[in-house]
């Protein structure tokens, strides 16, 4: 027995959650992010846990990571310099992508530049067929003088996307080898290794954005890997996947592509636990950070999976959890721009030098400024005394604000929470609307540093009956690597029509993906324990341009029922866009399998019912709608089941605060989260 202990690392804090396994307590701290010294945080964080806890490192028995450094490595453009080779002719692949506006709305959108740039791309001759065979071989010489020219122009590494390399990557492979033995130090990528996915665009930006990230991320790990060895961690460090599974630390090293959106989906992954816990199975999780605000659709307790999620400005098309960015964060900047109209950001102040109000160097007004001035917060220990909020230093930053828009500073402040609300709901609407979901019917959950602060201000706006707040919502997404288990996807492209005459191709390639499934589990994880398969078929009408991803029933696939899996589809196409012909030919493109070896969940006790009625501690001036009122404020800690309170109220805890706007009401469920009913309408 020991410590199992998760990180998550966001803009302004590094969040760390341990559950003791003798127990089943739940220790939770934020530590400073450190953008100048990635990885600092995780170890200041370990020392940390034994001084504030007694955790000693020795004791830490599992250790997983949600990190950034991925995306933020495209998004920042710091990537090694790549080349990319091509089939003659296809170079192009890049800028022509799918020849789609950034913004449909604005004629002057201008598509952002590759990761490669055009002198970067080289066609080589050679040629793989749509069916796999080979038209035309490699030229060994012309590979070779090719990467000669790539490497005197500074590339780094290469990418080699070939044509069909999907149905046989003999060719990659090929060019690899010969570049292997040449330029042993050059780091060489196949398209087909990464993930062998249909269509040319697809599979190359998503090794593309591989290759960009591989030797940071690599990096990185190591890092992480040899510190928690001197600070004498036994754990086999895990790091978080894209599509909320776990995988070891030294096979993210090799497989960066499928760690982009660790830190997110970890979020998303310990929303759906909690989701599942409180009984609000059909949730919108809503993780608002220092510097952005996401959002998820969970439904029957599940995340929602996708491909193409956007990583900066490039899509990468690996399973992920589908989460959208949706507005601002807690240190999004507000100002009024030429025409006196304010805006609230994109910029952030982020971790340094964060809010005014944090005294770390800050003099712009932020979202958590104007949160300060209001009295939301600053009444009470935040941060886990990382930070202590200064409130004359957040009126002197609003006060800009204020005095721009000729207005008092508590008056600018709601106008900036208010601005902030509202472009939240829009980019929710958004979501909704492509999702084909009645917000009304869904619960929203608030979690980050700076979720519960506005969640309520945007259920209303939403007209959602239901805020859950979960019992450590600024640490959520380290918990959600906690529960997270190990997990990993296969995809295979048949592209037949399904028919009987095809189904032995159809189970043949799911019997090879189940097999090269568990030999990664096996091989790759060194797990040997129990399993679960997930098969399902990227499907469509013949005919059409893009598939369903399905869900399939092993059993009909074993036996063959072409007619069970293709009303499969037919129901999945009904669900997502309100029609299907059952009499028209069904294709299957692509075969998927899922395995899943489930993690030990930490046990969440429920908590004892309270006594007597809830009390605050006690009664604080907070600005609410444009008068000073004074509001209870409670310490979380003192909520317990059966307690319930009224609005305008503040919760104070650890790691963040809650705000709770007239019109609603709080009770406390059986494992301590907070439910906040809207009532009454303002």
């Known amino acids: 027995m020991g410590y199992r202990v998760g990180v998550d690392i966001g803009g302004t804090f590094a969040d760390f959650c341990a559950f003791d396994e003798a127990t089943g307590a739940l220790r939770t701290l934020k530590v400073l992010s450190r953008p100048d010294a990635p990885g600092s945080e995780v170890m200041e964080g370990i020392r940390q846990l034994r001084s504030r806890f007694g955790i000693e490192p020795a004791q830490i028995s599992y250790f997983t990571h949600g990190t950034t450094v991925g995306v933020n490595t495209v998004i920042q453009r710091k990537g090694v310099k790549l080349a990319l080779l091509t089939t003659a002719r296809f170079t192009d692949v890049l800028e022509l992508a799918r020849l789609k506006m950034p913004d449909p709305y604005d004629l002057l ?57 999907y149905r046989n990557p003999a060719q990659e492979h090929a060019v690899q ?67 909320g599974g776990v995988m ?58 996708g491909v193409g999620e956007v990583i900066g400005d490039f899509p990468i098309f690996l399973p992920t959890v589908a989460v959208t960015s949706i507005g601002a964060g807690g240190g999004s900047i507000a100002a009024v721009d030429e025409l006196g109209v304010l805006r609230v950001g994109p910029e952030s102040a982020g971790s340094t030098p964060g809010p005014a109000c944090y005294g770390r160097g800050g003099e712009r007004p932020t979202i958590t400024d104007a949160m300060a001035v209001l009295g939301f917060i600053g009444q009470a220990e935040l941060g886990y005394g990382a930070v202590t909020v200064d409130r004359a230093r957040a009126v002197a930053a609003v006060g800009t604000v204020a005095h721009a828009m000729g207005v008092p500073v508590e008056q600018a402040a709601e106008a900036i929470i208010r601005i902030a609300v509202s472009g939240m709901y829009l980019e929710v609407s958004k979501l909704i609307s492509r999702a084909g979901i009645d917000p009304r019917e869904f619960a929203l959950q608030a979690f980050g540093g700076a979720g519960p602060m506005l969640a309520c201000f945007l259920a209303a706006e939403l ?78 009408y013949r005919g059409q341009s893009y598939e369903i991803e399905t869900a399939l029933a092993a059993a009909d696939i074993d036996a063959g ?31 998927r399998m899922i395995i899943v070896a489930d993690s030990p969940k930490p046990a969440l006790a429920r908590l004892a019912a309270a006594t007597g009625p809830a009390a605050p501690l006690r009664h604080v001036d907070v600005h609410v709608g444009g008068a000073l009122r004074a509001v209870p404020l409670y310490a979380r800690a003192d909520l317990l089941p059966g307690h319930d309170f009224s609005g305008p109220a503040i919760i104070a805890q650890d790691d963040t605060t809650t705000c709770v706007p007239d019109g609603f009401t709080g009770t406390v469920d059986a494992y301590g989260h907070l439910i906040l009913t809207l009532t009454a309408r303002n």
């Open 561 to 591: 029922r072409t007619a069970a899996l293709a009303e499969a589809f037919h129901a999945a196409h009904e669900r997502m866009f309100g029609h299907c012909d059952r009499a028209a030919a069904v294709q299957v493109i692509n075969l």
């Open 177 to 243: 080898a010969i570049l292997r033995a040449e330029m042993p130090d050059l780091q060489v990528y196949c398209s087909a290794d990464v993930w062998p996915v249909v269509r040319e665009y697809e599979r190359t930006i998503t090794a593309v954005i591989h290759g960009y990230v591989q030797a940071r991320v690599a990096h990185y790990l190591g890092s992480l890997q040899q510190a928690l060895a001197r600070e004498g961690v036994p754990a086999v460090a895990q790091v978080t996947k894209s599509n």
């Open 109 to 165: 959108a201008v598509r952002p530049a590759p990761l490669i740039p055009k002198d970067m791309v080289f066609g080589i001759g050679g040629r793989v067929r749509a069916d796999g065979g080979e038209d035309r071989p490699i030229d060994r010489a012309e590979v070779l003088a090719v990467a000669r020219e790539a490497r005197a122009r500074g590339a780094e590494g290469i990418v080699v996307a070939l044509l069909n390399a």
């Open 463 to 540: 007209g959602m009956t239901h805020v859950v707040v979960p019992t450590t919502p600024g640490v959520l997404s380290a918990l959600g690597g906690l529960v997270a288990d190990v997990k990993n996807d296969f995809i295979r492209t048949v592209y037949l029509d399904l028919e009987p005459a095809a189904m032995a191709g159809i189970q043949a390639g799911f019997a090879q993906l189940g097999a090269d499934a568990r030999r990664w589990l096996a091989e790759e994880q060194g797990h040997h324990g129990a399993f679960r398969l997930v098969a399902s078929a990227d499907m469509r």
């Open 248 to 305: 070891s630390a030294e096979l993210g090293k090799t497989r960066c592509a499928q760690m982009i959106l660790s830190g997110t989906a970890s979020g998303v992954i310990g929303a759906a636990h909690v989701a599942r816990l409180s009984g609000f199975p059909d949730t919108l999780s809503l993780d608002i950070g220092g510097t952005s605000a996401d959002i998820a659709i969970i439904r029957d307790g599940q995340p929602q999976y």
